[in-house]
C-alpha cells in the first residue's frame, strides 16, 4: 500500500473519530441543558415550600422557614394560579434574583418586596418583583392576566405577614416600562401624590375592576418581566383588605374530590349489595365481550397471514 494511501486512510479515521467526539459533546451538552432546566424549574415549585405555609391552625412550619432565613418576614398566594410562595426582602434589589429563599443559588430567585419598602405593607403602594417563567412557575402567570376573561376570574389573592392573614382584592393590569417611575415609586407619601399616582395606574391600566380605592388604603402591585420587549412589565395590582376572601378554586377542586370519593363509594356499597345472579351475569358478560375481541383479532391476524402466503405463492 502507497505512503499516500496510508495517508488518506489515517485522515479519513481522525475525521471520523473527531466527527463521533463532537457528536458525543453536543449529545452530553443537550443532555445537560435538559437536566440543568429541570433543576431551575424545580428550584421554582411551589411545592417544596408546602411545608412552610403558614395557616390558621400552625404558623410553627412558617417559623421554621425563617430560622432558616430571618430575611423571609411573609407569604403571598394568588388564587387560581401557582402563585403561592415565602416572601422575602433584602437591602438591595439585587439579592434575591437569583437566590432562593433559602440561601441557595438559582436563576429563579424569589419572590421579594422592593428593598425601599416596609415589610408591614404600611406603605401606600408595596411593589413585589418575581421572574417571568415557564412552566407556571413563580409569576410567569401574571402574564395570562392580559385575557381580560382571566382577570376577571383571578380577583382575588391573600398575604400573610405580622401573623397575620389579610386578603388582596386585584382592582388593575398593566403594561408599563421598567423605567416608569410613575409606576415604580413605592412608599408614595402625601394624600396630593398618592392621589396622582392612584390615578396613573388607573388611566394606563388596561384592565380595571369597579372597586373602590382611595389614597387611605394600601395597594400592592405584583411586577414581572413581558416578552413583549426588554424593557416590558406586566403588573397586577391589588388592594390590602382585612377581610380574606376564601379560594374559589381549592374549594370546586376539594368538591370535586369528595364528590368522586362519594360516587366511587356508593358504587362499591351498590356492588356489594346487589345480589349474587347480577354480578355472576356482569362478570359473564365482561367475559364473553373480552373473548370476542380476542377471537376477532386472532381472525384478523390469520387473514393477514393468508394475504401474506398468497403474495409469496404469486411472486413464486
Request: net charge negative; glycine share 6%.
Amino acid at each position: 500500500m502507497s505512503i499516500g494511501k496510508r495517508i488518506i486512510r489515517w485522515v479519513d479515521s481522525m475525521v471520523n473519530l473527531i466527527m463521533v467526539i463532537l457528536f458525543l459533546m453536543l449529545a452530553a451538552y443537550g443532555i445537560y441543558a435538559i437536566w440543568d432546566s429541570e433543576q431551575i424549574y424545580q428550584g421554582a415549585d411551589p411545592v417544596q415550600y408546602d411545608k412552610y405555609k403558614p395557616t390558621k391552625e400552625d404558623a410553627l412550619s412558617f417559623e421554621e422557614l425563617r430560622g432558616i432565613n430571618p430575611e423571609v418576614f411573609g407569604w403571598l398566594t394568588v388564587y387560581g394560579t401557582n402563585i403561592d410562595y415565602p416572601l422575602v426582602q433584602a437591602e438591595d434589589n439585587e439579592t434575591y434574583v437569583n437566590t432562593t429563599v433559602t440561601g441557595e443559588y438559582r436563576l429563579s430567585g424569589s419572590i421579594f418586596l422592593d428593598c425601599r419598602n416596609s415589610n408591614y405593607f404600611s406603605d401606600f403602594n408595596s411593589i413585589i418583583f418575581g421572574h417571568h417563567m415557564e412552566k407556571r412557575a413563580m409569576f410567569g402567570e401574571i402574564g395570562e392576566f392580559l385575557e381580560e376573561t382571566y382577570f376577571d376570574s383571578h380577583p382575588y389573592g391573600r398575604l400573610y405577614y405580622e401573623g397575620e392573614e389579610r386578603g388582596i382584592e386585584f382592582f388593575a393590569f398593566l403594561e408599563a416600562d421598567a423605567y416608569d417611575q410613575k409606576v415604580y415609586l413605592p412608599g408614595v407619601s402625601g394624600d396630593e401624590e398618592k392621589s396622582v399616582y392612584l390615578q396613573n395606574l388607573l388611566s394606563t391600566a388596561r384592565y380595571t375592576r369597579e372597586i373602590p380605592v382611595s389614597t387611605s388604603d394600601h395597594i400592592v402591585l405584583l411586577s414581572t418581566c413581558s416578552s413583549g420587549s426588554t424593557n416590558g412589565r406586566h403588573i397586577l395590582a391589588g388592594k390590602i383588605t382585612d377581610e380574606t376572601f376564601g379560594d374559589l378554586y381549592e374549594e370546586q377542586e376539594l368538591e370535586q374530590k369528595e364528590s368522586y370519593r362519594v360516587a366511587s363509594q356508593e358504587l362499591w356499597e351498590n356492588l356489594r349489595q346487589a345480589p349474587l345472579w347480577v354480578l355472576a351475569t356482569a362478570v359473564t358478560v365482561l367475559a364473553s365481550l373480552l373473548l370476542l375481541w380476542h377471537k376477532i383479532r386472532k381472525r384478523k391476524k390469520r387473514r393477514k397471514g393468508d394475504g401474506t402466503d398468497e403474495q409469496e405463492q404469486r411472486n413464486a
